[in-house]
Nanobody, 120 residues
Framework: QVQLVESGGGLVQAGDSLRLSCAASGRTSSVYKMGWFRQAPGKEREFVASISWSGGSPLYSDSVKDRFTISRDMAKNTVYLQMNSLKAEDTAVYYC?????????????WGRGTQVTVST
């Protein structure tokens, strides 16, 4: 099992920045990829960004590309999501997820989420 704990959410104004953190523990040797997802009220959960456990191959959704940056600190087993130029439409609960190599199309482990609210 892999445990994921997100932190860093909060209430900010449009144009501000936030950095989310996701600390992984447990059987992290089984992790192949890490991802960030978000779910706004009344909407389905959507993909935001992903990165390989080794720290390579970052991938972003079109809605956050050029504003968000995903990164990984191998020493701390932590993945970050740097969010710049935040917009009201970025308001959502942000979830961290981890995937094993054998898993396709979904993620195996999920955190409980952290709320990000962007006011205008």
């Amino acid at each position: 099992q892999v445990q994921l704990v997100e932190s860093g959410g909060g209430l900010v104004q449009a144009g501000d920045s936030l950095r989310l953190s996701c600390a992984a523990s447990g059987r992290t040797s089984s992790v192949y990829k890490m991802g960030w997802f978000r779910q706004a009220p009344g909407k389905e959960r959507e993909f935001v960004a992903s990165i390989s456990w080794s720290g390579g191959s970052p991938l972003y959704s079109d809605s956050v590309k050029d504003r968000f940056t995903i990164s990984r600190d191998m020493a701390k087993n932590t993945v970050y999501l740097q969010m710049n130029s935040l917009k009201a439409e970025d308001t959502a609960v942000y979830y961290c997820a981890a995937r094993r190599p054998v898993t396709v199309g979904t993620y195996d482990y999920w955190g409980r989420g952290t709320q990000v609210t962007v006011s205008t």
